[in-house]
């Protein structure tokens, strides 16, 4: 059985064969979303999946009481809208971040390739595996964490899926803004800008008006859990000395 003791591992064989897989399949380059406009809604017909060439795009459903939570941000390289397996019918909402181009894959061609591929039908499922993995992640969080313990680990997996070492930091590649962190965690976006600033102030984080964040992955374990064993994850890098730098 084919298995991996990291998902930074799997991650990288599941990117080369979704990259085989969008080759093969489509003949024709992608297509441009310009930020802000929707793939696909809540309630439209669920009858293909999507491939991210460039850019970022959030997954997200919309409550009751209309607010929206953010269920995952996908970078290039990555397939969305894999719940079409499931049901008929999009159950959340896809939704460019940034300028994105996109190619889309139909349901039954992407079954029939799947069929005769046992490397991509791997690949594949073991990419709804680990979104199914972070899905119950991100239920726990919301569940038994307070808003500041799933902020910061928020933050953490965020440096560890699109983070790149700067200095003493982890700069996240893609910018955010406080909004989109907000419904990320659950919180109300004040809540979520209060918290932020006191991460800065400790010299946790660093951000500008304009969504780029810098991130010290081990102040930042070091500040949820002070006294507790340095553990590093992931790029978890030093601790930042003397003032905090500007983005």
């Given amino acids: ?17 979704r990259g085989q897989l969008c080759t093969s399949l489509t003949g024709q380059g992608g297509r441009w979303i310009t930020r802000g406009s929707f793939v696909y809604c809540q309630g439209d017909p669920s009858q293909s ?5 460039a850019g970022l795009i959030k997954t997200s459903i919309l409550c009751e009481d209309g607010k929206e939570q953010i269920l995952r941000l996908y970078k290039p390289g990555e397939i969305f809208g894999e719940l079409c397996f499931c049901t008929s019918m999009r159950r959340e909402q896809a939704v460019a971040l940034e ?13 029939g390739h799947l069929q005769g591929n046992s490397q991509a039908l791997t690949s594949f499922l073991s990419t709804i595996s ?108 030093p601790l930042p000395t003397g003032n905090s730098r500007s983005c």
């Avoid at 999946?49 to 060439?53: A, G, I, K």
């Avoid at 300028?99 to 079954?111: N, P």
């Fill in 99 to 111: 300028d994105s181009m996109i190619v889309e894959l139909a349901f039954a061609q992407l079954i």
């Fill in 130 to 237: 680990h979104h199914l993995e972070e899905a119950y992640e991100q239920i726990r969080l919301l569940s038994t964490e307070k808003v500041m313990g799933r902020l910061i680990q928020t933050l953490l997996r965020l440096a560890n899926e699109m983070g790149e070492p700067l200095d003493q930091w982890v700069r996240l590649r893609h910018h955010l803004t406080q909004d989109d962190l907000a419904r990320m965690i659950g919180a109300r976006r004040e809540v979520t800008s209060t918290l932020l600033n006191q991460l800065r102030t400790a010299a946790c984080i660093d951000y500008s008006s304009r969504g780029q964040f810098l991130l010290d992955p081990l102040a930042l374990e070091q500040y949820q859990h002070p006294g507790g064993p340095n553990t590093e994850k992931g790029l978890s890098l």
């Fill in 1 to 17: 059985m084919l298995t991996f003791l990291t998902h930074s591992r799997c991650e990288a064989l599941s990117t080369f064969f």
């Fill in 49 to 53: 999946v999507y491939f991210l060439r």
